[in-house]
């Protein structure tokens, strides 16, 4: 390391300590942002000294579970640095960098604005693009907006790097058309696809003709086994794929994970067919860095939840289960995992923060209706409390069992009041709200502040 790197770096690491000391979260981003300002190739330095590369991860949905899912499986081998708090802009990662002095392989979790950039300063052995949903159309547009500086950040890839693509994502299938060293992934079970393509599915049309696709099974969104019958445009053949997949209510899954490696039956502790794409992407990423399918069926059965995703939090007596929801495509998977075991006492926080997304009209989208007739009380709250219940009532929910309180911890409160000694409060918090909500469990003692061990 040169004597300017050097400095740079020992005054990043002195920032993020005192943040820390001060019981502040900016130790997962001053840092890097310092960093960032004093020199932004000083990120290219860093990365280049990882002897086993780097790779990203990103996605619409999923990539902080996914990428902490990969870390469960690599960590048995490597010597990881990864932004396991899930700070995932350029600072974010300069700052997990700083953090390190004895890894050998970098895992990032990249915001899908941040990715050309961060493929530009990294230099990834490999790349893992999940999915593209429609979300926060106020700060990144349209999805093919998106897709677009994706397409061209994957040209601009040297040809060894790896790229690791969701096959059943027809934007991200097509990203990879022209590439050698490409992993695709998917699921291949038509039990538990959808009867039809949903409402509000994002890329109904081919990318080639426009015509619009036949879906032979629909899994999550739009994702699937797609067919144009205009152009013939179809899903490829997958190199990776979950069989035999099994979903255990609100406890966990399990499915057949085939590789050109090998196959192998994994368990994990989550539930939902979205945990199961997420699960098959760490799998196909570990397997572009040489990692047996064993390794990675061990990796997954340990792993147990990302930072604020299907998290379970004792609260006394109680328990607290917190799944995120951003945008129609996630929310509406949460909730169809929640029909296989209905919470009697719901929570839902929806927030209008420039992290959330300002323009929250995406509720509409989101199919409650499914679930309504079958929950006994909801609470709403959050910034936009009275928006939402609003739509929970054009959904179909009563008024006598509705409770709009915009104070997140008055609804924390009553929502712990209304649910029995032994058994859970189910909260569905948008992003900002899920950090309030895990500030105020943190002053009472029931977790850890999210910055605590994080890079």
Same mark, same amino acid.
């Given at each position: 390391m040169d004597v300017k790197l050097g400095l740079e770096t020992i005054a990043a690491r002195a920032v993020g300590a005192v943040s820390r000391a001060a019981g502040r979260g900016g130790g997962t981003t001053l840092p890097g942002k310092l960093l960032w300002k004093l020199d932004p190739a000083s990120v290219d330095a860093l990365a280049a000294r990882l002897t086993s590369g780097v790779a990203l991860v990103s996605a619409t949905n999923g990539k902080t579970t996914t990428t902490a899912m990969a870390a469960k499986i690599l960590g048995q081998e490597h010597r990881l640095v990864w932004n396991r708090a899930g700070a995932n802009l350029l600072s974010g990662l300069a700052s997990a960098l700083v953090s390190t002095r004895a890894a050998d392989l970098g895992l990032f979790e990249a915001d899908e604005g941040a990715l050309p950039e961060a493929i530009r300063r990294t230099r990834p052995r490999v790349v893992s693009l999940a999915n593209l949903f429609r979300d926060q159309l106020d700060r990144y547009g349209e999805l093919e907006l998106v897709a677009d500086r994706w397409r061209t950040a994957v040209e601009r890839l040297p040809g060894w790097t790896t790229l690791v693509v969701n096959a059943d994502d027809p934007i991200l299938a097509e990203l990879a058309e022209d590439r050698e060293q490409v992993v695709r992934f998917g699921l291949d079970d038509p039990r538990h696809a959808r009867p039809s393509l949903q409402h509000a599915a994002d890329s109904k049309y081919c990318v080639r003709c426009g015509h619009p696709y036949d879906y032979a099974a629909a899994y999550v969104g739009h994702l699937g086994d797609y067919h144009c019958p205009a152009c013939g445009h179809e899903r490829p053949p997958l190199d990776v794929a979950a069989r035999e997949i099994e979903l255990v209510g609100l406890t966990g899954s399990s499915f057949r994970l085939d590789t050109p490696?090998?196959?192998?039956?994994?368990? /994990?502790?989550?539930?939902?067919?979205?945990? @199961?794409?997420?699960?098959?992407? %760490? +799998?196909? *990423?570990? !397997?572009? #860095?040489?990692?047996?399918?064993?390794?990675?069926?061990?990796?997954?059965?340990?792993?147990?939840?990302?930072?604020?995703?299907?998290?379970?939090?004792?609260?006394?007596?109680?328990?607290?289960?917190?799944?995120?929801?951003?945008?129609?495509?996630?929310?509406?998977?949460?909730?169809?995992?929640?029909?296989?075991?209905?919470?009697?006492?719901?929570?839902?926080?929806?927030?209008?923060?420039?992290?959330?997304?300002?323009?929250?009209?995406?509720?509409?989208?989101?199919?409650?209706?499914? /679930?309504?007739?079958?929950?006994?009380?909801? @609470?709403?709250?959050?910034?936009? %409390? +009275?928006? *939402?219940? !609003?739509? #929970?009532?054009?959904?179909?929910?009563?008024?006598?069992?509705?409770?709009?309180?915009?104070?997140?911890?008055?609804?924390?409160?009553?929502?712990?009041?209304?649910?029995?000694?032994?058994?859970?409060?189910?909260?569905?918090?948008t992003y900002t709200a899920m950090l309030s909500l895990r500030g105020i469990l943190t002053e009472r003692g029931f977790v850890r502040p999210y910055w605590d061990g994080a890079t």
């Open positions: 490696q090998g196959s192998a039956v994994v368990e /994990l502790a989550l539930p939902g067919l979205y945990n @199961v794409y997420n699960a098959v992407a %760490a +799998a196909s *990423l570990a !397997l572009a #860095l040489d990692v047996s399918p064993t390794v990675i069926a061990r990796g997954l059965a340990d792993f147990s939840a990302a930072f604020g995703r299907f998290e379970r939090i004792p609260a006394g007596t109680k328990t607290i289960v917190v799944l995120l929801i951003k945008n129609p495509a996630g929310a509406n998977e949460v909730l169809r995992t929640l029909e296989t075991g209905v919470p009697p006492v719901l929570v839902i926080a929806l927030n209008d923060a420039i992290a959330d997304g300002q323009d929250v009209s995406w509720i509409w989208d989101v199919d409650f209706e499914p /679930l309504l007739p079958h929950v006994g009380r909801v @609470v709403a709250t959050g910034d936009r %409390a +009275a928006e *939402l219940g !609003l739509r #929970l009532v054009y959904g179909g929910l009563s008024e006598d069992r509705l409770e709009v309180i915009p104070r997140l911890e008055r609804a924390l409160d009553r929502g712990l009041g209304l649910v029995e000694a032994g058994t859970e409060l189910v909260i569905l918090p």
